[in-house]
């Protein structure tokens, strides 16, 4: 039997409809600028109440560490050098086999692509995986994130994966706690994403960086913790961190960049405690970045790097292996993400950090 999570143990979406969208203007500049990922698919309440159905985070993180994951490894390309299945300049759909078992039911799964238009099939470019959150989809991140017009700026694919179908409610999710959720392995999905995107498109597969919205960036969390041999580096959003089976044990020290509001009340700040939630308890943002810091090997922090109206910087230093831990507190700010931080746009901030941390 498929293990499932609370269905009111998710985050809703119904306030903010998939097809809702930011209206960009004519000027690439400006659309890169208008980034807003709660738009994309973000979250309008939550309620973490348990259920008879499901298997808790709390129950099955207790678990033994994982073996090495035999997915977690550097894949090489070989896509270099054929003609682009999506034209140049143009967003396109690509579809993969999928295990109904761990999917659902589903046979097949799929994923939108931007290809810049610079795009040659001898040069080797980075990828920048977006995750829509809840009730959200691809198209929707796409249109209100703006990756893909910075991909046309900056040179590099961008990525919209598609969720399955929340089991109970009907919408789109990550089944980012594992396949505590109905069984689902999006760990296998991105997998296989990453395989077929290497294979059609001349990808550098030490430049392949994620980040998501809310579930979204709750499934990029999981993949710090699965994938950081295969993932570059790491910048949720807004994130719903559960624990996971097993707890978290990246194979490598990761490079995370995360963003999130002091006054979330989708994803509270400072947490839910077991206490209030024995199944799904949340750690504070404060308590999961510290873990961070202590799996990168991180000698000190965190210390105040920027200071302004809205925004707290925060960053560890001495990492290991040219990893980093980095937060932008936002003060004050709910269930978004602003499009630009002290003057700089936020898809800017995420691609410098991305740029600075390539896999080894």
Not at 12 to 36: D, E, I, T, Y
Not at 223 to 239: E, K, T, V
């Given at each position: 039997?498929?293990?499932?999570?609370?269905?009111?143990?998710?985050?809703?979406?119904?306030?903010?409809?998939?097809?809702?969208?930011?209206?960009?203007?004519?000027?690439?500049?400006?659309?890169?600028?208008?980034?807003?990922?709660?738009?994309?698919?973000?979250?309008?309440?939550?309620?973490?109440?348990?259920?008879?159905?499901?298997?808790?985070?709390?129950?099955?993180?207790?678990?033994?560490?994982?073996?090495?994951?035999?997915?977690?490894?550097?894949?090489?390309?070989?896509?270099?050098?054929?003609?682009?299945?999506?034209?140049?300049?143009?967003?396109?759909?690509?579809?993969?086999?999928?295990?109904?078992?761990?999917?659902?039911?589903?046979?097949?799964?799929?994923?939108?692509?931007?290809?810049?238009?610079?795009?040659?099939?001898?040069?080797?470019?980075?990828?920048?995986?977006?995750?829509?959150?809840?009730?959200?989809?691809?198209?929707?991140?796409?249109?209100?994130?703006?990756?893909?017009?910075?991909?046309?700026?900056?040179?590099?694919?961008?990525?919209?994966?598609?969720?399955?179908?929340?089991?109970?409610?009907?919408?789109?999710?990550?089944?980012?706690?594992?396949?505590?959720?109905?069984?689902?392995?999006?760990?296998?999905?991105?997998?296989?994403?990453?395989?077929?995107?290497?294979?059609?498109?001349?990808?550098?597969?030490?430049?392949?960086?994620v980040t998501g919205f809310s579930?979204?960036?709750?499934?990029?969390?999981?993949?710090?913790?699965?994938?950081?041999?295969?993932?570059?580096?790491?910048?949720?959003?807004?994130?719903n961190f559960y624990d996971i089976?097993?707890?978290?044990?990246?194979?490598?020290?990761?490079?995370?960049?995360?963003?999130?509001?002091?006054?979330?009340?989708?994803?509270?700040?400072?947490?839910?405690?077991?206490?209030?939630?024995?199944?799904?308890?949340?750690?504070?943002?404060?308590?999961?970045?510290?873990?961070?810091?202590?799996?990168?090997?991180?000698?000190?922090?965190?210390?105040?790097?920027?200071?302004?109206?809205?925004?707290?910087?925060?960053?560890?230093?001495?990492?290991?292996?040219?990893?980093?831990?980095?937060?932008?507190?936002?003060?004050?700010?709910?269930?978004?993400?602003?499009?630009?931080?002290?003057?700089?746009?936020?898809?800017?901030?995420?691609?410098?950090?991305?740029?600075?941390?390539?896999?080894?």
């Open positions: 039997m498929a293990l499932r999570r609370a269905a009111t143990s998710r985050l809703s979406n119904s306030s903010k409809p998939a097809s809702a969208s930011v209206s960009f203007s004519g000027r690439a500049l400006c659309l890169a600028l208008l980034l807003c990922f709660a738009l994309a698919g973000c979250a309008a309440s939550v309620d973490h109440a348990a259920s008879a159905t499901h298997t808790s985070a709390t129950s099955t993180a207790t678990l033994a560490p994982p073996a090495p994951d035999p997915r977690d490894h550097l894949v090489a390309t070989t896509g270099c050098g054929k003609p682009a299945p999506v034209s140049p300049g143009t967003t396109g759909q690509r579809t993969i086999a999928a295990d109904p078992a761990i999917s659902e039911g589903a046979t097949t799964r799929s994923y939108l692509v931007h290809v810049p238009e610079s795009y040659q099939p001898a040069k080797a470019l980075p990828v920048v995986l977006a995750f829509h959150g809840h009730g959200g989809d691809a198209a929707g991140m796409e249109r209100g994130s703006g990756f893909s017009v910075l991909a046309e700026q900056q040179g590099f694919l961008a990525v919209y994966p598609q969720g399955l179908m929340d089991g109970t409610s009907g919408q789109p999710f990550w089944a980012s706690a594992g396949p505590v959720d109905y069984g689902v392995d999006d760990i296998a999905y991105v997998t296989n994403l990453l395989n077929d995107l290497q294979s059609a498109f001349c990808v550098d597969a030490h430049r392949i960086y579930n979204g960036g709750g499934m990029v969390g999981y993949l710090a913790c699965r994938l950081a041999s295969r993932i570059a580096a790491f910048a949720p959003a807004s994130g089976p097993g707890h978290c044990h990246p194979s490598r020290p990761a490079p995370i960049l995360d963003f999130h509001g002091t006054a979330d009340q989708v994803v509270a700040y400072a947490g839910i405690p077991a206490s209030q939630s024995p199944d799904w308890p949340l750690p504070s943002i404060p308590a999961w970045l510290a873990a961070w810091a202590a799996r990168d090997g991180c000698a000190s922090g965190p210390t105040v790097f920027l200071r302004a109206a809205g925004v707290t910087g925060e960053q560890w230093s001495g990492c290991q292996g040219n990893s980093a831990v980095v937060h932008y507190r936002l003060d004050g700010v709910g269930h978004s993400l602003p499009p630009i931080i002290n003057g700089t746009a936020t898809p800017l901030i995420m691609w410098s950090f991305f740029q600075a941390h390539p896999l080894p």
